[in-house]
C-alpha cells in the first residue's frame, strides 16, 4: 500500500504548528513552500504571507512528521490534525485542507456539498481534457498539487503543471479564456545554444508533445519568466 505523511509548519518564535499538509516528500515540500512564497508576486494567501514575514526576520518554518499513513486515508489524518491544530483558522485554506470531507471526523454542522467543487481541465490552448469531482481528486489523478490546481482555478496563477484549471461553476469564464487562448495561439520555435532553428510547432501544446518538455515551462521560457536551458531555447 502506498504510503504518505501528514506534516506540520511550525512557527519558531513560538513553536505552535500554524499549517497542516500532506507529501509523499515532506522536506521537498517545504522547500516548495518557501520558493513558491518568494516567488507569487500577486495576490498572496494567508499561508504565504506568514512565511514571508519569517523570511523578512531572517527565519523560516520547521517541519514536523505527524504521521505516516496510507495514501487512501490521508483526507483523513489531515482533517484530523488541522482540527486538532485549529490551523484553519490560522493558514489552512479550510476545516478540510482544500479537499472532500471523509465521514470518519464529526465536525459539527457543515454543508458538504458546498465544499466539494467539480474541477476542469483543459490544455493551454483552451481545449478540454477531462472533469474532476473534487480538488483532491484532481490532484491523486493528475499529480499536480492541489494547492496549485486551486490557484489556477482562483485566477492566481494562469497554468498548474502545465494545463489550466477552471471550477465547474465558472463555465462562463472558462469560455471566454478559451475563446482568447485559441485567438492568440502562436507558434513556437525551438533554438540551440547558437541560436540555430531546430524546429517550429504550432502551439506550446505540440512543442510540449514533441520535445517531452513541460508546456508550462515553454511558456515561462517564451514569456521570459525563467531562463531557457543552457542547449537550447523556445521563442
Known amino acids: 500500500m502506498k504510503k504518505t505523511y501528514i506534516y506540520g509548519l511550525i512557527d519558531p518564535r513560538d513553536n505552535k504548528i500554524k499549517y497542516i499538509g500532506k507529501s509523499n516528500d515532506p522536506i521537498k515540500r517545504l522547500k516548495s513552500h518557501i520558493y513558491n512564497s518568494i516567488n ?5 494567501t494567508k499561508k504565504e504571507n506568514w512565511i514571508i514575514k519569517l523570511i523578512n526576520n531572517f527565519l523560516q518554518p520547521e517541519i514536523k512528521i505527524l504521521i505516516e499513513c496510507e495514501y ?13 491544530y485549529e490551523t484553519f483558522n ?3 485554506y479550510d476545516i478540510f485542507g482544500k479537499g ?9 454542522v457543515i454543508n458538504k456539498k458546498k465544499l466539494s467543487k467539480k474541477i476542469l481541465k483543459y490544455d493551454v490552448d483552451g481545449r478540454f481534457i477531462c472533469e474532476y469531482q ?3 481528486n484532481a490532484e491523486k489523478l493528475s499529480g499536480i498539487s492541489h494547492g496549485n490546481i486551486s490557484k489556477a482555478c482562483r485566477g492566481i496563477y494562469k497554468h498548474a503543471g502545465g ?5 465547474e461553476n465558472d463555465y462562463n469564464t472558462v469560455k471566454k479564456i478559451n475563446g482568447s487562448l485559441n485567438a492568440r495561439k502562436k507558434p513556437v520555435i525551438l ?3 547558437n541560436n540555430r532553428i531546430l524546429n517550429e510547432y504550432k502551439s506550446i501544446t505540440e512543442a510540449s508533445k514533441k520535445t517531452g518538455i513541460d508546456a508550462g515551462h515553454i511558456s515561462k521560457i517564451c514569456n521570459n519568466k525563467i531562463k ?5 531555447k523556445f521563442k
Not at 494545463?163 to 471550477?167: D, G, L, N, Q, S
Request: glycine residues 2%.
Open 40 to 44: 507569487n508576486k500577486k495576490k498572496r
Open 72 to 84: 487512501d486515508k490521508h483526507e483523513y489524518w489531515e482533517e484530523y490534525y488541522i482540527k486538532k
Open 90 to 92: 490560522e493558514n489552512n
Open 100 to 108: 472532500k470531507i471523509s465521514n470518519p471526523i464529526n465536525l459539527g
Open 134 to 136: 473534487s480538488l483532491r
Open 163 to 167: 494545463f489550466i484549471f477552471k471550477y
Open 191 to 193: 533554438y540551440d545554444k
Open 228 to 232: 531557457s536551458n543552457k542547449r537550447f
